[in-house]
């Protein structure tokens, strides 16, 4: 079930430096995985459940996977998180990050499909707006086609009202941001010979 592991950074949250801690509260000496499209870290919880997770991130934009298994390895929960790094001169403070899919889009108002649900944000003429290439166009606003539905769009900017209004405003077309690494939690079967092991995939079950 999903419920809020990460206490620190929050969810959408603009961080000024690559190296941050993961801080929250799960179960009593639980592993907790953290995957991103940049980093992976395995830690344990204490007797509390508190954890502290040294990670240094990826300039730009990062999406978390982060879950937890119990004792006996068994999945405990998870969630996931987009956050952006942006060192150098700060942003505003009360600055987010949206990021996803485009799903819908209507006049100046997008819906993106992000890693924890549909989230909507709108631009304007004073959006500066980075599109793939050949059709490049920082400065003057675009027509509503240069921005396709199935693009990766990555929004900076205010949110009032559930909706962010977009400042900066990158839309991806190939080579998307994803997390490819998939967590595995396997039980090893026959002892190292030779630097192998026979594992078992415990969800796969082989």
Same mark, same amino acid.
């Given at each position: 079930?999903?419920?809020?592991?990460?206490?620190?950074?929050?969810?959408?949250?603009?961080?000024?430096s690559?190296?941050?801690?993961?801080?929250?509260?799960?179960?009593?000496?639980?592993?907790?995985?953290?995957?991103?499209n940049?980093?992976s870290?395995?830690?344990?919880?204490?007797k509390?459940?508190?954890?502290?997770?040294?990670?240094?991130?990826?300039?730009?934009?990062?999406?978390?996977d982060?879950?937890?298994?119990?004792?006996?390895?068994?999945?405990? *929960?998870?969630?996931?998180k %987009?956050?952006?790094?942006?060192?150098?001169?700060?942003?505003?403070?009360?600055?987010?990050?949206?990021? *996803?899919s485009?799903?819908?889009?209507?006049?100046?108002?997008? %819906?993106?499909t992000?890693l %924890?649900?549909?989230?909507?944000l709108?631009?304007?003429?004073? %959006?500066?707006?980075?599109?793939p290439?050949?059709?490049?166009?920082?400065?003057s606003?675009?027509?509503?086609?240069?921005?396709?539905i199935?693009?990766?769009?990555?929004?900076?900017?205010?949110?009032?009202d559930?909706?962010?209004?977009a400042?900066?405003?990158?839309?991806?077309?190939?080579?998307?941001?994803q997390?490819?690494?998939?967590?595995?939690?396997?039980?090893?079967?026959?002892?190292?010979?030779?630097?192998?092991?026979?594992?078992?995939d415990?969800?796969?079950?082989?």
């Open positions: 079930q999903n419920t809020e592991i990460v206490k620190t950074p929050k969810d959408s949250q603009i961080l000024q690559a190296k941050t801690e993961f801080q929250g509260k799960t179960n009593t000496e639980a592993y907790i995985v953290i995957v991103t940049s980093a870290v395995i830690a344990k919880s204490e509390s459940g508190e954890f502290k997770i040294p990670i240094e991130l990826a300039a730009g934009l990062n999406l978390a982060i879950r937890v298994f119990d004792a006996n390895l068994s999945q405990a *929960g998870t969630e996931q %987009t956050l952006f790094v942006k060192e150098g001169e700060p942003l505003p403070q009360n600055w987010q990050v949206y990021a *996803g485009v799903k819908g889009i209507l006049d100046n108002l997008i %819906t993106l992000s %924890t649900g549909e989230k909507s709108k631009k304007n003429d004073k %959006t500066n707006l980075i599109l290439s050949p059709v490049l166009s920082k400065k606003p675009a027509p509503d086609e240069s921005i396709r199935g693009d990766f769009a990555i929004a900076l900017g205010e949110v009032k559930a909706i962010l209004s400042q900066d405003l990158e839309i991806i077309r190939e080579n998307k941001p997390i490819t690494k998939k967590i595995s939690v396997s039980k090893i079967l026959t002892a190292s010979k030779g630097g192998k092991f026979s594992a078992k415990n969800e796969a079950g082989k």
